[in-house]
C-alpha cells in the first residue's frame, strides 16, 4: 500500500443516531455503494482523510521514481534502458493523475508537496531502502508494484469517485510493471551466470519483508482503519491484503527457483493460506519516523528539484504574463 | 575509402549522438525543476535512445562483424564512440541543458530532414520516423530558450551564459571529413554546407527572438569526435552507461 498510516481525525465512529441529517444522508449513500463526486456534500472529516490518503499516493509515485532512477543510467541494454525509463515515466504520470484527483478536493498540489518537503506527510515507507544492484530493478517491479496492485485493485471501489478512476487507470499499468519486473527475474534466473542468480537471490532477501510492510500495520494496531472503512476509502484491512499478496507471491517465487528469507512461510493446509513470521514491525517505525537507509536522500533530492527550479517557473510565468500583455495590446 | 565502411562510421556517428545526449537526460529524472518537464525530458530520453537503438542495429548490419546494437553500444570504448562533443557535455543548470538541447535540436531536425530523401531506403526510413519526433523536439526547446531568455533577468543571464559556454562545441557538426564527402556524394549522406547554413539563420533568429546574443559565428570551434577524440566528460559518462556489461562480459540480461 501507498498510504500506510492515514490519520482519519477520528477516534471513534458515530451511529447512524448520532449523525447530522447530512451526514446520515452521506453514510447511507455510502452504504448503498453510490459513489461521491467531487460536487456532493461531504463530510469535512471525509475529505481530510482523503486528502491524507491521495497525497500520500502521489508522493509515493513520485519519490518512487528515484530507487528506479538508480539504475536508469546503468541498465545493461537497449531493452531494459527503454523499459526501465518507460516505467519511471509511467510512475510520474501516475503522480500526476492523483495530484489532480486530490485537486478535485480543493487541495493545492503546491501545499501538499511542501507538506511532504518538511517531513509532514510521508510517501509509502518502501521506497525509503536503498537499490543495490541490477535485479532490484526487477524485484521493485515484480514485489513492490506487485504490492501496490493488491492494494489498488480493491482501490478501484473506494468511494470517492475521481480517486476510484484514478486507480482503474494505474492498475492497468501497474500489472504491466509488476510483469515486466518479474520477466527481468526470471530472465537472470533462467539465462543468467551464478553472479547473476546470487543477485536475484539478495534482491529478493533485502526486499522481502520492506514489501511486506507495505500494507501498513496489523488491523489490531490500525486505530484509523474502521473509519476508513465505514467511509469506504479502504475496503479491505490490512492482514488481509497482506495475506492475499503472500499468498498469490509464493508461487511466483517457487517458480524464479529462489527463497524467501522467513523460515516461518509454508503452506496451511487447514486454513487455505500461507503461514509467515513476524514481521520486524520496530524496523517499519523506525523507516516510517524517517531513519531508513534513504530517507534523508529521498527527500533532500525532491526538496533541491523544488529550490534549484525555482528560477526557472519564475522564469516561466514571467515570460507567460509577458506574452499575455503582448497579446492583449495587439 | 569503400562507402560501407563509410556507410558503417556516419551510421555509427547519428546513433552515438542520439545515445550519449539521451544518457545524459536521463540524469535528470528526479531533479527537473517541474513534474512536467521532467516528463518532458524523460520522453525526449525515450525518443532518442530509441532512435539510437536503430542507427545502431543498421550500423551492426553493415559491419557484418557478428556485433549486436547492445555491444555497440555497451561495450564500445570511448575512442571508438562517435558523438559529438556537443552531447556530451555535462548537464549544467536547466539553460545549460536546454541550450545543448536547442543547438543539437536545430542541427538534428535539417540533418533529419535531409536524410529523409537519403538513397539508401533504410537511412531514409529511420530518419523519415525519427523526424517527426525531433520536429518536437526543436518546437520544445526553442520555446524554453525564449522562456528563459527573455523570462526573467536572473533566467536571461543564465541562459545567455549556458549559450556563451556551450557555443564551442556546435561547430563540429558541419565539419565535413571524408566520410561525409563520400556519403553525400552518393546521395546516402547529407550535405553539410546547405545544413549550416539553415542552421546559422534559424539559431540567429530564435536567439534573436529571445532577446539574447548570438555569439560570432567565426568563433573557434571544438572538434575531434569523429576521430573519436572526446573532451574529458565522456570516459566517465560510459564507466557509468556500461557498467555491468564490462563487469560481467558475455552476460545475458
Ligand atoms: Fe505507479
Ligand atoms: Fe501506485
Ligand atoms: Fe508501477
Given amino acids: 500500500m501507498y498510504a500506510q498510516l492515514v490519520d482519519t481525525g477520528v477516534k471513534r465512529l458515530k451511529t447512524l443516531e448520532e449523525m447530522s441529517p447530512q451526514e446520515r444522508d452521506f453514510q447511507q449513500k455510502i452504504d448503498a455503494e453510490i459513489k461521491i463526486e467531487p460536487k456532493n456534500w461531504m463530510p469535512e472529516g471525509y475529505r481530510r482523510t482523503l486528502i491524507r490518503q491521495i497525497s500520500q499516493h502521489a508522493h509515493s509515485e513520485i519519490v518512487g521514481m528515484l530507487p528506479e532512477k538508480n539504475w536508469l543510467t546503468r541498465a545493461p541494454n537497449f531493452k531494459r534502458k527503454l523499459q526501465l525509463l518507460a516505467k519511471i515515466q509511467d510512475e510520474g504520470g501516475h503522480g500526476l493523475y492523483l495530484y489532480s484527483a486530490m485537486e478535485t478536493l480543493g487541495a493545492d498540489r503546491e501545499e501538499e508537496i511542501a507538506k511532504l518537503h518538511s517531513g509532514e506527510v510521508k510517501y509509502s515507507s518502501i521506497f525509503n531502502y536503498p537499490t543495490l544492484n541490477w535485479a532490484d530493478m526487477g524485484t521493485v517491479g515484480w514485489l513492490v508494484d506487485g504490492a501496490a496492485i493488491v492494494n489498488q485493485v480493491v482501490l478501484q471501489r473506494t468511494s470517492y469517485a475521481p480517486y476510484s478512476r484514478a486507480m482503474i487507470r494505474i492498475c492497468k499499468e501497474e500489472s504491466f510493471h509488476q510483469r515486466q519486473g518479474y520477466q527481468i527475474l526470471l530472465h537472470l534466473m533462467q539465462h543468467g551466470n551464478e553472479a547473476q542468480k546470487a543477485m536475484v537471490q539478495d534482491s529478493i532477501n533485502r526486499f522481502w519483508w520492506p514489501a511486506l510492510m507495505m500494507f501498513g500495520p496489523h488491523d489490531s494496531d490500525s486505530p484509523n482503519s474502521a473509519q476508513s472503512m465505514a467511509w469506504k476509502i479502504k475496503r479491505m484491512s490490512n492482514d488481509d491484503l497482506r495475506q492475499r499478496f503472500i499468498d498469490q507471491t509464493v508461487p511466483q517465487l517457487e517458480l524464479l527457483g529462489c527463497t524467501a528469507p522467513d523460515p516461518a512461510l509454508k503452506w496451511n493446509a487447514e486454513r487455505g493460506h500461507y503461514d509467515f513470521g513476524e514481521i520486524d514491525w520496530s524496523e517499519f517505525y523506525d523507516v516510517v519516523k524517517g531513519n531508513g537507509p534513504c530517507n534523508r536522500d529521498r527527500l533532500r533530492t525532491r526538496r533541491r528539484a523544488i529550490e534549484e527550479g525555482s528560477w526557472v517557473r519564475e522564469a516561466a510565468s514571467a515570460y507567460a504574463a509577458k506574452q499575455q500583455q503582448n497579446n492583449a495590446a495587439a | ?253
Fill in chain 2, 1 to 253: 575509402m569503400k562507402q560501407n565502411q563509410a556507410l558503417f562510421e556516419y551510421l555509427l556517428r547519428l546513433g552515438d549522438s542520439n545515445m550519449i545526449l539521451g544518457q545524459r537526460l536521463c540524469e535528470w529524472i528526479g531533479q527537473a525543476p517541474a513534474l512536467e518537464e521532467e516528463m518532458a525530458l524523460g520522453n525526449l530520453a525515450l525518443d532518442l535512445i530509441g532512435q539510437a537503438r536503430s542507427w545502431l542495429e543498421y550500423a551492426a548490419r553493415v559491419e557484418d562483424a557478428g556485433h549486436s546494437a547492445d555491444e555497440l553500444a555497451f561495450t564500445r570504448d570511448e575512442r571508438a564512440y562517435r558523438n559529438l562533443l556537443l552531447v556530451e557535455q555535462a548537464n549544467g543548470n536547466f539553460a545549460d541543458t536546454l541550450a545543448r538541447q536547442y543547438l543539437f535540436d536545430q542541427y538534428h531536425y535539417h540533418l533529419l530532414g535531409a536524410l529523409s530523401s537519403s538513397t539508401d531506403a533504410q537511412v531514409a526510413a529511420i530518419a523519415a520516423k525519427g523526424l517527426k519526433e525531433v520536429t518536437y523536439h526543436l518546437r520544445r526547446s526553442s520555446a524554453w530558450i525564449k522562456r528563459l531568455g527573455d523570462g526573467t533577468a536572473e533566467s536571461h543571464a543564465k541562459m545567455q551564459q549556458a549559450i556563451d559556454e556551450i557555443w564551442t562545441y556546435s561547430g563540429e557538426m558541419f565539419i565535413a571529413d571524408e566520410v561525409d564527402r563520400v556519403l553525400a556524394a552518393a546521395g546516402i549522406g547529407a550535405d553539410l554546407d546547405p545544413l549550416q547554413r539553415l542552421w546559422e539563420a534559424d539559431v540567429q533568429a530564435l536567439l534573436a527572438e529571445a532577446t539574447l546574443t548570438c555569439p560570432p559565428l567565426e568563433q573557434y570551434m571544438q572538434r575531434g569526435s569523429k576521430q573519436g577524440l572526446h573532451t574529458e566528460q565522456l570516459g566517465f559518462l560510459l564507466a557509468e552507461m556500461q557498467f555491468l556489461p564490462r563487469a560481467y562480459p558475455g552476460a545475458s540480461w
